[in-house]
């Protein structure tokens, strides 16, 4: 069993940044890919960029490629989403998600554990 508890949203002016965090508790954290999700008012929840259990294999939507980063400190059992250049369209609550897969899946059915959420907003 692994507890995500997602943390570092907010409102931030688009051209700013915002590092989310990932933290988990329980058993065997490092041993999952996390992923991100997110999920706009009126919108399916969209996959947004996933990592490895060993932090190699990483996976972006091409809508975040070159402005978000993921990156993940098995020590301290956290996954961290530095998003940088935000725009007003990345405004969405964030989940962390955790699957058994090696490589990062796109689909949320592929991920068993999920976090509340935190909510990101970007101005215009």
């Known amino acids: 069993q692994v507890q995500l508890v997602e943390s570092g949203g907010g409102l931030v002016q688009a051209g700013g940044s915002l590092r989310l965090s990932c933290a988990a508790s329980?058993?065997?954290?490092?041993?999952?890919?996390i992923g991100w999700f997110r999920q706009a008012p009126g919108k399916e929840r969209d996959f947004v960029v996933g990592?490895?259990?060993?932090?190699?294999?990483?996976r972006y939507t091409d809508s975040v490629k070159g402005r978000f980063t993921i990156s993940r400190d098995n020590a301290k059992n956290t996954v961290y989403l530095q998003m940088n250049s935000l725009k007003p369209e990345d405004t969405a609550v964030y989940y962390c998600?955790?699957?058994?897969?090696?490589?990062?899946?796109?689909?949320?059915?592929?991920?068993?554990?999920w976090g509340q959420g935190t909510q990101v907003t970007v101005s215009s």
């Open positions: 998600a955790a699957s058994p897969l090696r490589f990062p899946p796109i689909t949320d059915k592929e991920y068993t554990y």
């Open positions: 990592i490895s259990w060993s932090g190699i294999n990483t």
């Open positions: 329980g058993r065997g954290f490092s041993s999952y890919t």
